[in-house]
């Protein structure tokens, strides 16, 4: 286990029960800002089921989750969803609007979310798809007139467009071609240097060894609702559990 110093979340004691099935099994663990740390593991280690607790989605059986000094499971329904805006979220397959063009997926959170003019929001939006390397004369393209790249990119710019101070990326190379997986990295990768001033944090949950090893600065390993490992990248591939030797050498 590592110390992190500064904070972005804070996992205390955290259990999350289904019955009698323990899936997070009392998790003590820090996620650092302004760092990229992925969370590996193999199908069903509660994976999911952590990321719905720091967004607030789950509730704890016991224990706490505290996301920039914010105690998560102490906020009302209201205060939680104003607190998401802090969170920007990609999927895994994008999750666009698919009646929406490239232009109006980004826009959304904007026209939901702030009172920015009309001209306001169009130069907001030009300015994150041309940043997520999007062309002018895709602005108003379909999300399926788009390839699969196209959109986690599209993606990502909706994700980016409230400036969240945690970014949160949900097995972004799964299912995806070598080409479009080291696509989405160096996106990972561009977008924490860019958004490095502002101390935004990034967090992966993946299953992807290969990928996360080359962009991760910190990585967890999470077997069975337990962190087995969590280390610098770097002491991560050293590691001489048998279990991430085995996740290691695959
Ligand atoms: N709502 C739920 N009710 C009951 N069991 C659940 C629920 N959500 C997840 N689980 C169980 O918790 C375990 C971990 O699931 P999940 O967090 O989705 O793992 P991962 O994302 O790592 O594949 C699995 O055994 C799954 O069946
Ligand atoms: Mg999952």
């Not at 041309?130 to 959109?151: A, C, N, Q, T, W």
């Amino acid at each position: 286990m590592i110390n992190i110093e500064d904070k972005a979340i804070s996992i205390r004691n955290l259990t999350k029960k289904y019955g009698d099935v323990t899936v997070l099994d009392n998790l003590n663990f820090d996620i650092a800002r302004n760092k990229i740390t992925t969370i590996l593991g193999f199908s069903g280690a509660g994976k999911s089921t952590l990321m719905k607790h720091i967004l607030g989605l789950a509730k704890p059986t016991s224990g706490t989750v505290e996301v920039l000094g914010h105690n998560i499971n102490e906020l009302d329904r209201h205060a939680l969803r104003d607190f998401r805006r802090h969170f920007g979220m990609l999927f895994q397959y994008a999750a666009l609007f698919d009646s929406k063009t490239a232009f109006e997926n980004v826009a959304f959170p904007l026209r939901e979310f702030t009172s920015l003019s009309e001209k306001e929001i169009e130069e907001k939006v030009i300015d994150l798809l041309l940043s997520v390397d999007i062309k002018e004369h895709s602005f108003y393209l379909l999300p399926s007139e788009l390839s699969g790249g196209m959109r986690k990119r599209v993606g990502l710019a909706r994700a980016l467009a409230l400036s969240p101070d945690i970014m949160l990326y949900d097995e972004p190379t799964t299912g995806l071609d070598p080409i479009t997986t080291n696509m989405v990295n160096e996106l990972i990768v561009e977008t924490s240097e860019k958004n490095r001033e502002r101390a935004m944090t990034s967090l992966i949950i993946s299953h992807d060894i290969k990928a996360t090893l080359k962009i991760s600065d910190f990585i967890a390993f999470l077997d069975r609702g337990r962190i087995i490992e969590y280390l610098p990248v770097d002491e991560f591939t050293e590691s001489e559990k048998p279990l991430v030797r085995r996740f290691l050498d695959l």
